[in-house]
């Protein structure tokens, strides 16, 4: 058997940033093979992750990244079991690597795009296994979102301080300059931030699910059920009202002015700016 030096334990080390016995303990298994060790404690890193397959990962950190253009960003959130770990240089730079990887990510969505998602030869699940293998948590992508702006219009993010909870939203404009002014820049990132504080469902009520729509309505019918008949449709009316303005992202009041609704806001940024604004989509993630 080759004996294992100081040096080789050290040089392992450094590669991998796995443990000092971990690592001799590879380069013992391998007789002094640096690379079959590496390998070694990557399998070592989806046993942990197999073993911890049921755990849960409710710490960690949401991420975000948009190009230079900024015609395309990317938010994704990765999970830990512990707030210790969420805050390790190991996992902090897995989500630095994240965030470059759902950038590059082909997909719009899915966890399992990402995570096959190749940089320079090596797959975000690849590096995600190192992870595991060196904190000796499970760790797993929790969301990913891909927005690409193709006509006129910006992309805003807003990660809180926490960094457990960020948005994403797309914005399209009437005019490269509409979405190049000032005024729709601020209104775009203030409304990620309201996002972020307001958790809205849907950006309108025609994108709330129906099911959940008939599940409010019955309750308030059910509140309901001993007033006069002919005012029990405009009391669930007005009832479904606030559920909107409560839940609906354009219909909220803004959070930095409950005066004016998120519509209001962008409509008037962008008519500050000579022209017009919508909100396309957007996203909110969470950890913990």
Do not use: W
Not at 143 to 172: C, P, Q, R, W
Not at 260 to 281: N, R, Y
Request: glycine share 6%; net charge negative; proline share 1%.
């Amino acid at each position: 058997m080759v004996e294992i030096s100081a040096s080789m334990v050290v040089k392992l080390r450094k590669i991998s940033g796995q443990g000092m016995m971990d690592c001799k303990k590879a380069l013992q298994e391998s007789d002094g093979d640096t690379d079959k060790a590496l390998d070694i404690l990557r399998k070592k890193g989806l046993a942990t992750l197999s073993k911890r397959s049921e755990r849960e990962t409710s710490e960690g950190i949401v991420i975000c990244k948009a190009s230079e253009d900024g015609k395309q960003a990317a938010m994704a959130s990765l999970c830990c079991e512990t707030d210790f770990v969420a805050k390790s240089d190991d996992f902090k730079a897995a989500a630095k690597a994240l965030a470059d990887y759902a950038l590059q990510c082909s997909s719009d969505s899915g966890v399992e795009n990402v995570l096959g998602t190749e940089v320079g030869g090596t797959s975000y699940n690849d590096i995600l296994t190192e992870t595991v293998s060196k904190t000796g948590e499970k760790t797993q992508v929790g969301d990913y979102a891909k927005f690409k702006i193709s006509g006129s219009g910006l992309i805003s993010t807003y990660i809180h301080f926490n960094e457990k909870v960020g948005s994403m939203v797309s914005v399209e404009t009437s005019s490269d300059e509409v979405a190049a002014a000032d005024s729709v820049k601020q209104a775009a990132c203030d409304i990620a931030m309201h996002i972020t504080a307001a958790k809205p469902l849907a950006i309108d009520k025609d994108g709330i699910d129906p099911e959940t729509i008939d599940r409010e309505k019955a309750i308030y019918v059910e509140q309901v059920k001993n007033k006069p008949a002919q005012i029990v449709d405009k009391i669930v009316e007005g009832k479904m009202n606030k559920y909107y303005a409560e839940n609906c992202l354009l219909a909220q009041p803004f959070v930095k002015d409950d005066s004016m609704s998120v519509q209001q806001v962008l409509a008037a940024a962008a008519k500050e700016a000579g022209g017009e604004a919508k909100i396309k989509e957007f996203v909110r993630f969470s950890v913990g």
